[in-house]
């Protein structure tokens, strides 16, 4: 079955970039979504279809796709980054996620 | 701007159907594609189903047996029914909103999630 991989934990100091990574065997046939969770909050989509970035979501935060590895940037990280962050993609009309990571800025 | 408001039944015991209403307000449900997810606590999200404008369903293959999802366009509202529930479908549920291309495009709206506790 398809299945999506991230790192469970990224650390980042504030100011620097964060990458986080999603990885998936075909993942690069396919279009990945990324979204943004706060505790007790509804996810917020942050990417989709790899690269653009919804309204209101900051400049700071962009996607990219390179074989079989979709990736979040955060540039300029900021305190109010901090969440976890699920990849999301489609594989045979079924919704799939990656298990998610949890982004600390310290 | 459109405003997703889900509500239903916090606490089921084992083996009752969890029933679940997605009022859609800003917009037509006739428009666009819809989806709900859950959350177990502590863990990550998964998708349940979907339902297209067109009131066409799709269910993830490992709920598919007991998943109902039907959109009812008089109410403008779509609706969850996940049968014989278990402990294991404790979770915090979300209904969601993509553009009318389709979920590639992303869920952009959100409801405001619902927990849902199966206990004896």
């Known amino acids: 079955s398809f299945e999506l991989t991230q790192p469970p934990a990224v650390s980042v100091s504030p100011g620097q970039t964060a990458n986080i990574t999603c990885s998936g065997d075909?993942?690069?046939?396919?279009?990945a979504c990324w979204y943004q969770q706060k505790p007790g909050q509804s996810p917020v989509l942050a990417i989709y279809?790899?690269?653009y970035r919804p309204s209101g979501i900051p400049e700071r935060f962009s996607g990219s796709h390179s074989g079989n590895t979709a990736t979040l940037t955060i540039s300029g990280t900021q305190a109010m980054d901090e969440a976890d962050y699920f990849c999301?993609?489609?594989?045979?009309?079924?919704?799939?996620f990656g298990g998610g990571t949890k982004l600390t800025v310290l | 701007q459109v405003q997703l408001q889900q509500w239903g039944a916090g606490l089921l015991k084992p083996s009752e159907t969890l029933s679940l209403i997605c009022g859609v307000y800003?917009?037509?449900?006739?428009?666009?594609?819809w989806s709900w997810f859950r959350q177990p606590p502590g863990k990550g999200l998964e998708w349940i189903g979907a339902?297209?404008?067109?009131?066409?369903?799709n269910y993830n293959p490992s709920l598919k047996t007991r998943v109902t999802i039907s959109l009812d366009t008089s109410e403008n509202q779509f609706s969850l029914k996940l049968r014989s529930v278990t402990a294991a479908d404790t979770a915090v549920y979300y209904c969601?909103?993509?553009?009318?291309?389709?979920?590639?495009?992303?869920?952009?709206?959100w409801g405001q999630g619902t927990l849902v506790t199966v206990s004896s």
């Open positions: 999301q993609a489609w594989d045979s009309n079924t919704g799939v």
């Open positions: 279809q790899n690269t």
């Open positions: 969601a909103r993509a553009p009318p291309l389709g979920p590639d495009w992303g869920f952009e709206y």
């Open positions: 800003g917009e037509s449900v006739s428009v666009y594609y």
């Open positions: 339902i297209d404008q067109g009131g066409s369903p």
């Open positions: 075909k993942l690069g046939d396919k279009y």
